[in-house]
């Protein structure tokens, strides 16, 4: 059984792969979406208007990711966070973000596999994805770690602050962009405060490049927008008029954002960042 499992889950990768690079080569070929049209017809969020932005109440279930509360937020998953399809989350995180297809089911995928559930089949809470180690690791940009706050649904205002106020770069209008260095940089002082305050401390090169992953969505699908971050960030909340910066036709493709990514994370310095 466990050596059937094994297996079939390599086919899965090697066929999300091969598939997200045949989406990478579509999207060099096909034209990207005008701008304004990026979400499909039908799709919250379609024509720049998001559904109504409702903060979470008592009971309701949240996730260390920012982007999945928002959605919550708005109603376009369940705003009570609770009894979500794998399915469902694909098929959302698709059309409000414009990710590809390959990547929006590999990441549900993964998140079904490490609750043992069957991602065909199974349901989750928001607050299940945030189980340590799996996904959710140490020196998040808006957590402060799961051993000082078991509470990982919420961010820290502190913390958003303390990102924002990284931005060095300048959008043609003259308001604050986040760059990829500044990413590096902000992520190299969370490692160096994070190791420093929490005793339980962990890291490894997986979820450091993961984490780099996840933070480099902020430059991608956000085009390092601070006045558009600010809001997600902080209230997780979408922006009035917002759609995904990335137009290509298929979606964000895990070999694009290769190419952010890798940067990302070769630019943090954990020895030489300033406090
Ligand atoms: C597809 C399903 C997704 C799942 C299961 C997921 C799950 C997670 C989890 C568990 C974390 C916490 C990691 C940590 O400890 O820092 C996280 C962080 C993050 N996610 Fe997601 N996420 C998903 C989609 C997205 C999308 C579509 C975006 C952007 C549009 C996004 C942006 C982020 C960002 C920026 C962080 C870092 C927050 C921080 O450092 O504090 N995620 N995600
Ligand atoms: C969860 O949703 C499914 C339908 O997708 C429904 O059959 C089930 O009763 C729900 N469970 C709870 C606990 O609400
Ligand atoms: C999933 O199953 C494995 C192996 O049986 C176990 O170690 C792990 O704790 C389970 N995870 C969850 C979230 O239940
Ligand atoms: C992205 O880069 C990582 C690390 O080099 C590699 O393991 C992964 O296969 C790459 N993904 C794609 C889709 O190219
Ligand atoms: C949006 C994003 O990049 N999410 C990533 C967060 O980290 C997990 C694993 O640690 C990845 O599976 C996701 O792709």
Known sequence: MAILSKISSAFINVFVLTWDFGLFILNLLTFSHKPGHVVPPHAAGHGLTWP???????????????????????????????NITFKELNTKVRQTFNFAPSFCFFVPKFSADFLNRSYWSGHFDLAE???HNAIEHDASLTRHDAALVPDQGKPDSQLVDDLLKEATGKMPDGSPLLTIPDLSRALS???????????????????????????????????????????MLAEERFPEDWEPRILARYGLTMAKFNGTVLPVEFGVKTKVAKQ
């Open 129 to 131: 994805l945030s189980l």
């Open 52 to 82: 109504e932005y409702v903060p979470p109440k008592e009971g309701d279930s949240r996730s260390a990711c920012p982007m999945l509360n928002a959605m919550a937020n708005h109603g376009i998953l369940p705003h009570d966070g609770k």
């Open 189 to 231: 002082k969370r490692r160096i405060d994070a190791r420093k305050t929490n005793a339980a401390y962990s890291e490894n090169l997986f979820h450091n490049m993961f984490g780099s992953a996840n933070s480099s969505t902020m430059l991608t699908i956000f085009g390092g927008r601070i006045n558009d971050l600010k809001p």
